[in-house]
C-alpha cells in the first residue's frame, strides 16, 4: 500500500444518512475507506451501505464493536457476512470464545479485527474498570496481552491506540493495524487520550488510519485531508 489514500479511512459518524452521503461523495476521491459505525449503523442499518456503495468504490469497515456471548457474536458475525463489508470490529474483551466464534463464522473475504483497548481510555479509566496491578503499570502491557488474544484466536487485525501500535507490529507483523485516536498538532484531542499524529502512527506501524474530527471539523476540510496524505506519504518515504 504505497498510495497514501489507501490507508486513509474516514468515519461515517453522523446520524443522517443524507449528510454521511455528502461526505462520501466529498471525500471519495481522498480515501480508501468509509467506516460505518454505531451511530449511522443504528439509526439506517444495511441501507447505509448499501448508498455509501452506490456512491464510492472506497471499501467499507464496519465498526460495530461487538461485545457478546459466543453464539451471538456468531450471529452477527454471519448477518455482516452478506452486507460485503472488509473489515468487521469485535471487541477482545469478549473473550477467547467469543473471538473464536467470530472467526469461524466470517466467510466472503470478511476480516476480523480485536478491539484492544479504546483509545479514549487513559489509566485512571482503566483503574475505575477494576484493571490494576501489574499490569497498569504500563498500560502497553495490557493492551499486548489483548493483541495476544486476538491473535492466537486467529483474528485478522487489530484495532489499537497509536501509542502501542508498534510493539503490536513488531510482535503480530501478520496483523493488519487500523489505528484511530489520530490527531494534527493543530487539533484538539477531543474525547481520545492516547494519539499521535498521521507521521508517528504510520512510523510506528499502522497500516491504515481512522481520522475524523480533525477533517470533519476542520475550517478547510480539504486542505486538512491533503495535509494528512502528506504527512502519511512522507513517514512512508523516511
Ligand atoms: O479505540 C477506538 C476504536 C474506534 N474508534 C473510532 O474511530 C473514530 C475516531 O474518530 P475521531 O473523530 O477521529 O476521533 C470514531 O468513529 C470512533 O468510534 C476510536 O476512536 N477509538
Redesign the pocket.
Known amino acids: 500500500m504505497n498510495d497514501p489514500k489507501e490507508r486513509l479511512i474516514f468515519?461515517l459518524?453522523f446520524q443522517e444518512l443524507k449528510e454521511a452521503l455528502f461526505w462520501v461523495e466529498r471525500l471519495s476521491p481522498y480515501v480508501g475507506l468509509f467506516?460505518i459505525?454505531l451511530e449511522l449503523f443504528t439509526k439506517e442499518g444495511p441501507r447505509a451501505i448499501e448508498e455509501v456503495k452506490k456512491r464510492s468504490t472506497a471499501g467499507i469497515f464496519l465498526?460495530l464493536k461487538l461485545n457478546d456471548i459466543p453464539n451471538t457474536i456468531a450471529g452477527a458475525v454471519r448477518s455482516a457476512c452478506s452486507l460485503g463489508v472488509s473489515f468487521l470490529t469485535v471487541h477482545i474483551l469478549s473473550g477467547r470464545k467469543a473471538l473464536e466464534s467470530a472467526v469461524k463464522s466470517a466467510e466472503g473475504g470478511l476480516k476480523i479485527l480485536g478491539?484492544t483497548i479504546?483509545?479514549?481510555l487513559d489509566k485512571a479509566d482503566l483503574l475505575e474498570l477494576g484493571f490494576n496491578g501489574e499490569l497498569l503499570f504500563n498500560l502497553e502491557d495490557l493492551v499486548f496481552k489483548f493483541a495476544l488474544l486476538a491473535k492466537t484466536t486467529g483474528c485478522d487485525g487489530l484495532?489499537t491506540?497509536p501509542r502501542e501500535v508498534k510493539i503490536l507490529k513488531e510482535s503480530f507483523p501478520q496483523l493488519i493495524t487500523i489505528v484511530?485516536?489520530?490527531r494534527l498538532e493543530s487539533s484538539p484531542k477531543?474525547d481520545?487520550q492516547r494519539t499521535a499524529t498521521p507521521y508517528e502512527a504510520i512510523r510506528r506501524g499502522a497500516d491504515y488510519l481512522?481520522?475524523?474530527?480533525?477533517i470533519?471539523e476542520a475550517k478547510d476540510p480539504e486542505k486538512a485531508l491533503e495535509s494528512i496524505l502528506k504527512d502519511i506519504q512522507r513517514a512512508l518515504q523516511d
Do not use: Y
Open positions: 468515519p459518524d467506516k459505525g465498526d478491539v479504546l483509545t479514549s484495532v491506540s484511530p485516536g489520530i477531543d481520545q481512522v481520522v475524523g474530527r480533525p470533519r
